[in-house]
């Protein structure tokens, strides 16, 4: 038994004798193990971190984080929480970057790829950097996206940015001072409030609850006392 | 061993268990299986709570010393408003959202406070879907057999009923404010099957639901300029003296300082506790799910229901350590991905419900037929490849990027390699016990979301917290707006504190725990 239990073990060197590495957050030299998260590391550092944490899943956006690996002059981009450190490495947060968000009245637009324009007027200047892309910890084409929008392929745009947990992070490296966040945001939520089907089915289950055409069905649930409702729970598979 | 080599087994007999069939467990089996190894049911985990209004139900240990735990308020604080609003809505997650769109939307003056961001929550990570019978062959009715076989007959009839039938309108909702549910040929909604449903109800956004729908929620609340208070921790609630709800008192988390907003109702949207790590458990959870709203409304005379109830999400990470306890989506076993153990065979239906499923993973586990970690975790493998030789070479990626992108970035490729799990901690199945209108038994207290308690049973069935939050966070926001006009704001006092302190002081409490606990520690000292 004892025999096959250690089959069963996975080997991680790193995890029995973790090894320290030296990095550096927010230009302060720390040791930390090696592998643990970004996040972690600044915890292992003895830093509180309140703003910059979120849902520690990769999906929030609220820990965007600028590093440079050892001896690279490469500035990239990571989700803090979803990054592990390596030595000599050195990274800061994102502070919260103050990019203009549009407001509207998404059910009352009258000509959503039109209303772009009006809402977003920076969206056309886009000089094809690609800097965006380049930043985008979230692996989207957001330059290709911005032009996407531009030319009215709202729903590429959707498909492409399905994957964007707007932290924000292609918003200061932009020359034309898009957003391409906010822009993909305003696209997404207009490629599904104006030009997507509306699902037929959906309006006759509606319509079917509201003449209460499941009345009897409830009744008969409802006055079950609980053997004849555990009863009835188990015919239906 | 190597990894590889350990996960050959899997590749090896992925064949052979794809001509098996699992039957179910029947109800007896399952009732034995859990008492056994289902976390909830380890009596040493668990102690009852000295006083207050659930006074001698049991709940784990972490829960029942916060709920005890102290005010950091003091009876003399100066209550002077800062804020003055008709609905007061605590939390910035999908309840919180859905209830401050619905009050706003019915007119009331509506503050939206939250600790951290707005959406930064739980609601955000969902990945699985939101269980809603829109499908011909579905219906409300057979939604609520499903939900109460999971809960184990334990929920609520009234509240069950009420979500089920408004889903279909909240879809309806949700659509019309620009959210991209998946969609057949035909235009319909696209409907998957989660563990423990009859029927393929589950509407989903590819695996980023929760975050679709917040993108669009939290863009709403900007757009109808509905008043912000992030980074401001609720810290006490406030009562006019004679038992009514009538506002609260935040921490501000970047100057220290208290915020005191008055309000006609308060909506307490606050989520979950997996950050207790009730058990030693990791958790799925966001860095602020500390139980919060459950400590507030517990010491106003709020009763809970089902505190001693928590979900364990079958497929947790285990491994690479970066990613323990992080979510292995429920999709990919709604999409025919089995469990294995280091033997090689599978152990338990995989969509059985999520208690079943966990306490079989555990069993594997106790019994041996684990595969270990060096750091001391243990788990059994989730075949994520099957999908792709089940479905055509792409299907991981295409239907699952997230999850992808997830192990990636620490190299590992999953449509590849199976993924090693164990449950995490990731609901609180119970919690504060509301009404159809998602009122406590406070007055004008109410609770919305993941920090309510009854709908869910013993056990939340997958792909109905989603619903929850929008149904209850409607209902919520609707309710205390609609209450507004014809009332009017009450006096701010710390009644309930005062007679909470003297409760406490009766049964002896001496802990020197003050709750709500507002953030984890996980910062190292020294």
């Not at chain 2, 799925?284 to 919060?292: I, L, P, Q, V």
């Amino acid at each position: 038994m004892a025999q096959e239990l250690n089959e069963n073990v996975i080997d991680q060197p790193e995890v029995m004798k973790p090894r320290m590495v030296t990095i550096e957050i927010a230009g302060k030299k720390v040791d930390v193990p090696e592998g643990i998260t970004v996040v972690r590391a600044m915890w292992y550092a003895g830093i509180d971190v309140v703003r910059g944490v979120g849902c520690l899943g990769g999906f929030c956006g609220a820990c965007a984080t600028y590093y440079r690996t050892k001896d690279d002059p490469k500035v990239r981009t990571c989700l803090a929480c979803q990054m592990a450190v390596q030595d000599g490495m050195s990274f800061t947060m994102m502070p919260p970057f103050p990019a203009r968000k549009a407001t509207y009245e998404i059910q009352k637009l009258q000509d959503p790829k039109q209303d772009l324009f009006n809402l977003y007027p920076e969206a056309p200047l886009c000089r094809n950097c690609n800097a965006c892309t380049e930043a985008c910890p979230q692996k989207i084409d957001v330059r290709e996206g911005v032009w996407k929008a531009v030319f009215g392929d709202f729903k590429s745009v959707s498909e492409m940015f399905m994957d964007c947990v707007m932290c924000g992070m292609c918003t200061p490296v932009c020359i034309a001072d898009i957003a391409p966040n906010l822009v993909a945001l305003y696209v997404s939520r207009a490629q599904g409030a104006h030009f997507t089907d509306k699902p037929v089915g959906l309006d006759t289950r509606i319509k079917e609850i509201q003449d209460d055409i499941y009345k009897d069905e409830w009744a008969k649930i409802l006055k079950m006392n609980e053997k004849e409702l555990a009863e009835h729970c188990a015919t239906v598979k | 061993m190597d990894i590889h080599a350990l996960q050959q087994i899997v590749h090896k007999t992925r064949d052979a268990r794809r001509k098996q069939t699992i039957p179910k467990f029947s109800p007896a089996d399952r009732d034995q299986l859990i008492h056994k190894y289902h976390p909830d049911f380890r009596a040493s985990a668990y102690r009852p709570i000295k006083f207050g209004p659930n006074e001698g139900d049991k709940t784990v240990v972490e829960l029942a010393t916060l709920l005890e735990g102290d005010s950091s308020i003091q009876d003399n604080a100066d209550l002077t408003p800062q804020y003055t609003c008709d609905v007061l809505v605590i939390g910035g997650g999908g309840a919180g959202c859905a209830a401050a769109l619905h009050a706003h939307g019915a007119g009331a003056k509506t503050i939206l406070a939250t600790k951290l961001r707005l959406g930064d929550s739980n609601s955000v990570m969902a990945q699985g879907g939101m269980q809603i019978s829109v499908a011909p062959e579905d219906s409300p009715v057979t939604h609520f057999i499903d939900t109460l076989k999971g809960g184990h007959m334990e929920n609520d009839h009234a509240l069950l009923k009420v979500m089920v039938e408004d889903g279909p309108s909240i879809a309806k909702w949700l659509l019309e404010l620009g959210v991209l549910f998946d969609r057949q040929a035909d235009g319909n909604l696209h409907v998957k099957k989660g563990g423990g449903s009859s029927k393929p109800r589950l509407l989903t956004c590819s695996d980023y639901t929760g975050l679709e729908i917040m993108r669009v929620l939290k863009d709403e609340v900007i757009n109808q300029k509905i008043q912000l208070l992030e980074f401001a921790a609720a810290v006490e609630l406030l009562s006019d003296g004679q038992g009514a709800c009538t506002g609260a008192i935040f921490k501000d988390l970047d100057n220290q300082r208290h915020v005191v907003v008055a309000a006609k109702s308060v909506i307490v949207a606050t989520g979950g506790i997996g950050r207790l790590h009730i058990q030693g458990f990791p958790t799925s959870n966001h860095y602020g799910a500390t139980g919060d709203g459950l400590c507030l409304a517990y010491r106003m005379g709020a009763k809970l229901a089902h505190v001693d109830t928590f979900q364990y999400h079958p497929s947790g990470a285990v491994y690479p350590e970066q990613l323990i306890g992080a979510l292995v989506t429920e999709g990919i076993r709604s999409e025919g991905g089995h469990l294995v153990n280091a033997k090689g065979e599978r152990f338990v239906n995989e969509l059985d419900t999520r208690d079943v499923v966990s306490s079989s993973i555990i069993r594997e586990c106790e019994e041996g037929r684990g595969i270990r970690t060096m750091s001391g975790r243990v788990g059994v493998w989730l075949d994520t490849p099957l999908l792709d030789a089940e479905h055509g070479p792409g299907t991981v990626e295409k239907h699952f990027p997230a999850m992808m992108m997830q192990f990636e970035r620490f190299g590992i490729d999953i449509s590849k390699d199976p993924v090693l799990i164990y449950p995490t901690l990731h609901y609180q199945n119970g919690g504060v016990k509301i009404d159809t209108n998602s009122e406590t038994n406070v007055k004008n207290l109410f609770v919305a979301g993941e920090a309510s308690g009854g709908l869910h049973g013993r056990n939340r069935l997958m792909g109905n917290s989603l619903l929850d939050l929008m149904v209850f966070g409607k209902r919520s926001g609707l309710t205390a707006a609609g209450r507004a006009q014809s009332m009017k704001q009450g006096a701010l006092t710390l009644k309930h504190v005062q007679q909470f302190r003297a409760e406490a002081k009766k049964h002896g409490n001496a802990s020197g725990v003050i709750s709500p606990m507002i953030l984890p520690a996980y910062t190292r000292k020294a």
